[in-house]
Structures are given as structure tokens and as C-alpha cells.
């Protein structure tokens, strides 16, 4: 059986120099046996040797003159993965993944140095088989569909693997292990495991801890034996990126109680520190994203970010990703939208344009009132981007959602939103709100705004620490267990609840004295 | 870090019934994580469970109502290798292999009941490219030659596993576990390790324990995570053949000192009992195998395996293997043939017959007295089978040999002849020699008879018990690292006494007093 020596915190796959000795009259040590015996003396226990490394010993141990290089992984059980020449000049690489539903991003990491080594991102190529998550789910009752899914999957991490290594003059084959973080459901799709249950009562995943496979098996162009580490799920809908979330953010260490919401078409909230985590998840509908709304986008080229209403004259300033001509609206600037429209007195606090209008750029298309946020001649498009009440209608509801969720959880935890420590927003979504506008519109809570903080892609960020550390590896692992789940969505309370945010900030505008203030001075 | 419950002594898969909870609005469990959980609960430690396995789980757990048998192989770390309803009456086989240069036998075996469920033999068909093993060490220097011996190897296997599941009406599928016991050489054979080195000073394997390989890694078309685990080696010229037999002898946990002989064209000796094991291995030349025997043949239907000559009339009478005219004589026929001469007087001390011959069977053929075994008309061939003065000095030599080899190695041991408490003869070969006919020519000592023991194939009864037993496993390896090496055919020492046993039975007869008085009867 193997013993196992724990080695010190460090990267899953590290490299050791090896000074063998020669074989001689008196010593016939087989080759791995003496490499073996080499990797033991450094502490490494037992370690799997597989045929096709052993095969290649002989030759590379006596060109070397017995002065090696091996590269151990040390997931799931410690393999060797490669022997070579101690001098040569490759590096030990590793590939840190957030498999989101949208995007996919990537980032090439030297294992030995943690330096960065670059960022990629693609849209996630199963987006042509459903924008929505639920849609590819259900697609996969078809023959064919998981596989087609996961390959999807496999092939823009690939793409990623040989865009990141191509520009760092270096060779896929150097990459030597992968972690991913991303939702229970892409989890499955990337090893093609059947996400039939996790959308049916009792929302039963495969698997919440996933094997560790090798590159090969997924057919991952990089090292044949790299392992491939998927970061662990509490449940069909808190999924290893949320625990990547809890990691980056690090409540739960800390003393004091934080939140922590990741904002996307799904919400996943986690209220806790270092004696307690609990997780919930639920809706938020597409509106948040852009999804529903006639211009919303993806924060991509060519989508406003960032909005401001002149509060006398009723008109929009606004900034576009990337510069040049606009093409829609993505999340953040929607935020900023619904919050301008407010705080210049466009929208009253039932969500409604306030007719007529002061403004100028507030017109009825279609019946519908509208904001123009764009003329058509500034626009992409050729045509005028614009905010209809039909837009503010779903953002009313999915920011009522939010807040909802945000009040059940704390209510859950038996605390108030003022006595949260930190308030940290993860998700490629959450790089770019803008926490007081968020506030304004009454979808999160009116704190101080320097306890908000945003974690960027926090899922990145956590597989990288997984691929330099297997104590950060062994915290998620903890928090994941750590983590008490929370019904949402079901109660009548979260219905009241849910009814009472549907205003500007909210009904009990007593909640939020802060945007009060600011409406009285605007 | 994986935590490995030592389980109690078994087979290296075993099969474990499990009744699981289903999943419920409470308990939301992931189903892999269920299932280890059931596993932990037995003992198990952690498992690792292979993504083929974890993509079949939630039809199979649902099918089978979450009762399911879950088969586990222990080797080399833990590992689920199939998962099915409960009731589903699958067996759960190992194969047993003794992967011989010249034979490869299967065995296959219920790994839960321990029953036997049949035996085959193939000839090797690397034989083709060579029949000494030597030859076809040299022709891996061709590209792509070590590759087709692996090939070769690997069909022969597949053919008896074939076979084997058919007679017994079984599939493939269910052998869960392969366990092969050959020398050194064709251990690296049936891995692609290069053999260059095992034949050159300093003499060095690839491998002395060998990774657990899977089958499907091997192209062995059974269940394709079976394990495959190859018994370790010593050194070059000690493999796990030799190993198996002084696990099946038992003389590593006796007392007293035995010794074993795998007598073949390369013979292996151990001396030694639970406080030492000494090991030495040497060529006694194919000459006891029938090699290099002008009618020499394998023990094989058409051989003469038993002869016996009658002391007055000089006639001779014997035994054919599977009956029917003979073709040529084994191994232990040629070793009965010289005893019968020897004793009847037709051979003298130094080998060589006497003439003119009192039996009217010795004749001249091409130059050379010869023996006439059986007439022309007699046999299979249309021609006389003949033993000619050629062959008996090839014979005396390997005789000598094997003689010599058995004085040195416990002289090393310090002991003498008569006190060994067993002496063990292993090998094909071996199951069929007579011991008194061996020792009338000197080739073993002459020692009470009852001291023999005939081991049959230990490389396969070792693999067997390996099967079944981890225990046996770990004596194995245990054997392995207690074994003193012991160089001989190099010392003047040696020589001197390889002069003196190429004689019948030897210049020293008293070492022989058995055979004398024998002798002087006849």
C-alpha cells in the first residue's frame, strides 16, 4: 500500500533534480528502482511510474550521465510524468481555467516561479448550441449532445492551451497540469458526465468531487499525463467557481462575517467567516447579463460600460469597451442606466418613465416609452440603441431577485446587512459594476461603500492558486464541506420579500437613507 | 492526500455489495460521492474512480434501485473498475501467467471462490524470431523489433484468455485482474522496455519492479482497467519466475535451509530459508531442454519422456507423451537415457560408450557410436531416433554445469548436501524429471530421494497466489529484497569443479555413494 509522505505546500506538479549514480560492478540497481529510490530520499514516497515514462529511462538517464530533471504530479496520487537531462531548458507549466457558460478564460502560469505567463479568452463555443445554460442541458436528452458539449468545452480550452504557449515561445507539452473552476454544470459537460439530474428534484450531481483525469483521456493537447483538476462542487448549484469565490476572498478565515455574491443569470451567495458558510443560489433571470434586454450585450468590443445621465438636461455620456461605436448595452451599463434614469428623476420608484419627460431622449417606440441611449448615427448599428420600459421592466425584476436572495441568505445567517464586514461581488460580471450605482437601483444593500470589493474572476484567480498550492487545493476542499446550503425561492417570505423590492431602491426606502440623500441633492 | 485503510488479506479485485440510500429532498449527495462514501464505510480508504466508470453511475444506480456491487482493485492504489446492479451474475476472474521464453500458460481463476476454472498453453510465438532468448534480446537493436515481440507476447496472452472464458462459457469483460510471472527478459519484452542492458556489464534492468500496468495500456483485451501486475525481478538473470518459486516452495519461512532449482537453459538457484536467501543464476546450456540434442525435443505429444533401459539385454522401453509413435526424446527422457546407459553399463565414467557394446542397440552412425531409441520403423519420423556420442557430451556439459553451479552456491551458504531439508526442483522441466535418474548422472546430489520435491510450474501456482492473496504479493516483494545475488562461471574455484563433475557421476564417487552400490547391483 502506498505511503505517502505530505509534502510541504507547493504546486501539484513540481520538478526535482536528481544526482543518480552511475550503475557499477557492484550496484545493478534498475533504472526506475534507482530513480525511484532517488525521488524517495527527497520524501516523495511512493510514486506511480507510468510504462511509457519507464520506457524512455534508460536512454535519457545514460545521456544525462544519471543527472536528471523529474516532474512528479502529485494529484490524484504521485505520478511521474516526465524524465529529462537536468539542464534542459523547459519550464513546468500549468494551465488555470474558468470554464464559464459565456467565456472561457485561461491562464499559463510558471508552476516553479508563479510567474504569469499570459490571459486568454473565447467565447464559449457551446454558446451555439444555447445562450442558456438550462437550454444545453436539456439538448443533451438528445444521442450525441453531451459529447458534442464536451468536446465544445475541450476544444476552446485547446485553443486557449496553443494561443497562450504560441505567444510565450513555448510548447504545449510543457504544460503539465490544468485546473478548472466552473459551475456544476459545465463541470459535467467537461467530462462528459450526464447533467440530466442536476436540473430535477432532488438535484442530484454525478459528481461532486471529480476524479482527476489526465490530459490524454480528455483529449487535452498538452502533456499526455498532465492531470486535469476540477475544482470541487457543493451541489447541483453552488459549483467549484463559487468555492474559488470563498478562497480569493478568504472569509472563510476571517473573524468577522462577510458576503460574497457571484452575479450572473444564476446568483450564488455564500454569508459566513471562519465558523460558518452558508450557500444559496437561485435566479436572477438573464437581465442582469444583458440577455433580455433588446441592446443588452456581453461586456465585449463594442458594449457600453459605463453610463451617466447629466441630471439637468436629461442626456447620456457613456463609455464603450474597446473605443469606437457602440452596439449595445452590457450588464454594468445597464446598472449605471437604471440608476442615472433614477437619480435624474426619469424613472419614478416604481420603475416607470416619469411622462413626459424632461428629457429629451426619452421617446415612445413601439408603443413603448424609451430611452434613446444612443442616436442611430453615433451607433454600430445604424439604427438607435434603446432602453425601453420593457428592458426596465425585466431589470426591475431580476434586481429585485438579487436583493431578495441577498436578505434571505443574511435573515439565514441572523444578521444585518450593516454588520457584514466585507461585501465582495466575484464574476466576470462583477469586475465592472459599479458598487454605488448597484446601490442606487436597491440590488444590493446601501452600506458603506468601501466595504464593497470586487474580486474580478474569482474562479481564475482560485484555479490559479490551486495549481501553485495543494493547501489552497485542500481549503476548498474544506470550504466545500463547510458549506451549509440554503432553500431559496419556495417560502412565502421570499415572495413578500421579493414583492417589496420591486421599487426604486425598495418600498422600506428607509433601507437605504444613502440613495435617499443623494436623489434629494440630484 | 489519499488514506489507505490496510484491508484484510484477499484477492487484488474484490467485489463489494453495497445497499445505498437513494437520494431524497434532504439529501442531495452526488452519486460518485454516495458511492465512495459507501465505500468508505467498508474500510476503503480512498478510491480512485476513472471517468468511464463515474460517466455510467447515475443509469446503473437508478437501474439497480442504488443496490449495486462495486468491484475494486487494490492495485497499485486503489481503483474502481466497474459498478453494476447487485444481482447481476457476473463472475469476478483473474488470469494467471507463467510468460515463458519458450511456453506461455494461462490460468484462469474465480477470484472469489478461488476456483480454477481451467488451463491453457501456447507456445511462445516470439519463438518465431528466435528460440533462444538471447537471440531475440539482440534483435531489439532493430527498430520496431522490441515492438513486435511486445506484440507477440501480448497476442499469445489474448489467446488464452480467449480461449480460457470460452471453455468456461464467460466473457472477457469479467477478468478484472492479470498477474504474470516470467524472467526478467520477458517482463521488459511484454512492457516494450528495452532488454539492451540486461545483457551487458554492469547488467542492468529497466525495471526490477514494474509499474502496474492496465490492460487496455497493453492492448490485453480483457476488462480494460484490469490491472496488470508483472512479479518483480531481482537483476537481469533473477526474475519474478524464480521469485514465485520460492514462494510456492515455502522455504523463505522455514527453519531449515532448502534449496530450489529452475532447471531450464538459464538455471536459477536459491539457497537459503527464513534468515537468508542467496540466489545465483548460470547457463547450463540448452543441452538439458533438448536443444542442441540431435532428436532433442519439448516436452510436447511425440516426445519420449520416460526410457529405461534393461540391464542384461541392453533394450530399451518407453514413454511417449500423449502416446503414439515417437518423434524425439524431452528433457527428462535424455536424463533418463543417460542414467539407463550409465547403469547398464553402456557409458562409462567419462561418458563415452563402450565399446564394443554389449547391447545391440549402440551402433555407428555418421562416424559416431550412437544409441538407437527406437528403430526407424518405430517412430513418427521414418527414420531411427539416435542419442550419439555428440549429444551425450553435450549433455555431460550441462549436467556438469548444473552440478557445479549447485556446489558453489552452497558452499556459499556454507552448507552441505545432506543438509538440505528440501531440495527443490521448479520449472516446466522440472515437473517431470525423475530425481534418481538426475541424481545417477551426477547432475544433483545424491541425497535421500525423499528430500525432492517437484514444484511443477511455480512461475503460474505463483501468480495464482498472488491473485488471491496481497499477502502473497507483499511476501513476493519481500523475497525479492532479502535475495543476495551470487555470481559464479567466473572464479578458477568454479572450473575446478566443473572439471570434476564431467564425469558420471563424478571423480569423487563418494560424493555418490547411492550410485555406487545402484551401480554395482545392476
Known amino acids: 500500500m502506498p505511503v505517502v509522505t505530505a509534502p510541504p505546500d507547493g504546486p501539484l506538479v513540481r520538478r526535482f533534480r536528481l544526482a543518480l549514480r552511475a550503475p557499477t560492478q557492484t550496484d545493478h540497481t534498475a533504472d526506475l528502482d534507482r530513480l525511484l529510490r532517488g525521488l524517495a530520499a527527497l520524501g516523495l514516497g511512493e510514486v506511480q511510474a507510468p510504462l511509457c515514462v519507464v520506457a524512455a529511462l534508460p536512454k535519457i538517464l545514460r545521456a544525462a550521465g544519471f543527472a536528471v530533471r523529474a516532474t512528479v504530479a502529485l494529484a490524484p496520487v504521485p505520478t511521474l510524468l516526465r524524465v529529462e537531462p537536468a539542464d534542459v531548458p523547459t519550464r513546468c507549466l500549468g494551465l488555470a481555467v474558468d470554464l464559464g457558460s459565456t467565456n472561457i478564460v485561461g491562464a499559463l502560469i510558471d508552476l516553479e516561479t508563479g510567474e504569469a505567463l499570459g490571459e486568454r479568452s473565447v467565447l464559449n463555443p457551446q454558446v451555439e448550441h444555447g445562450e442558456d445554460i438550462l437550454a444545453r442541458t436539456h439538448l443533451c436528452l438528445q444521442p450525441g449532445s453531451l459529447e458534442r458539449l464536451q468536446a465544445l468545452a475541450v476544444q476552446a480550452i485547446n485553443e486557449i492551451a496553443a494561443a497562450l504557449v504560441r505567444a510565450a515561445g513555448l510548447a504545449l507539452e510543457e504544460i503539465c497540469c490544468v485546473c478548472v473552476a466552473g459551475n456544476t454544470t459545465m463541470a459535467h459537460f467537461l467530462f462528459g458526465l450526464d447533467p440530466f439530474h442536476l436540473c430535477r428534484a432532488p438535484y442530484v450531481p454525478v459528481a461532486n468531487r471529480f476524479p482527476v483525469a489526465r490530459a490524454a483521456e480528455l483529449n487535452i493537447g498538452i502533456h499526455p499525463l498532465a492531470p486535469v483538476l476540477v475544482l470541487p462542487n457543493v451541489g447541483s448549484y453552488v459549483g467549484g467557481d463559487a ?25 450564488e451567495i455564500v454569508v459566513g467567516n471562519r465558523e460558518f458558510l452558508l450557500v444559496g443560489a437561485g435566479s436572477a433571470g438573464p437581465g442582469l447579463e444583458g440577455g433580455v434586454v433588446r441592446h443588452g450585450m456581453r461586456a465585449a468590443p463594442g458594449a457600453i460600460e459605463r453610463i451617466t445621465i447629466a441630471p439637468r438636461t436629461g442626456l447620456p455620456s457613456f463609455a464603450v469597451i474597446g473605443g469606437g461605436a457602440p452596439r449595445g448595452i452590457c450588464g454594468s451599463g445597464l446598472i449605471d442606466l437604471m440608476a442615472g434614469l433614477f437619480t435624474a428623476g426619469l424613472v419614478d420608484e416604481r420603475g416607470k418613465f416619469v411622462l413626459p419627460s424632461p428629457s ?39 434586481k429585485a431577485a438579487m436583493y431578495t436572495m441577498l436578505t434571505v441568505m443574511t435573515e439565514a445567517a441572523g444578521i444585518a446587512f450593516d454588520e457584514l464586514d466585507r461585501f465582495f461581488i466575484a464574476g466576470a460580471f462583477g469586475a465592472y459594476v459599479a458598487a454605488d450605482k448597484a446601490v442606487t437601483i436597491g440590488m444590493v444593500p446601501d452600506i458603506p461603500l468601501e466595504r464593497y470589493r470586487l474580486l474580478g474572476n474569482s474562479s481564475l484567480e482560485g484555479a490559479r492558486r490551486v495549481l501553485l498550492s495543494s493547501a489552497a487545493l485542500g481549503r476548498i476542499e474544506t470550504i466545500g464541506s463547510r458549506m451549509t446550503y440554503i432553500e431559496m425561492n419556495e417560502s412565502r417570505e421570499f415572495m413578500n420579500a421579493f414583492m417589496a423590492a420591486r421599487f426604486l431602491p425598495h418600498t422600506d426606502a428607509s433601507l437605504f437613507p444613502n440613495v435617499r440623500a443623494r436623489r434629494a441633492r440630484g
Chains 1, 2 share one sequence.
Not at 468555492?243 to 450572473?264: H, K
Not at 453615433?378 to 426591475?396: K, P, R, V
Open 243 to 267: 468555492l474559488a469565490g470563498v478562497l480569493v476572498s478568504g472569509m472563510d478565515t476571517a473573524e468577522r462575517v462577510s458576503l460574497l455574491v457571484d452575479i450572473g443569470t444564476n446568483a
Open 360 to 398: 429629451p431622449r426619452v421617446a415612445v417606440r413601439g408603443d413603448l416609452p424609451c430611452f434613446i441611449v444612443a442616436e442611430a448615427a453615433q451607433t454600430a448599428l445604424g439604427e438607435e440603441i434603446l432602453f425601453s420600459q420593457a428592458d426596465l421592466d425585466n431589470l426591475m425584476l431580476s
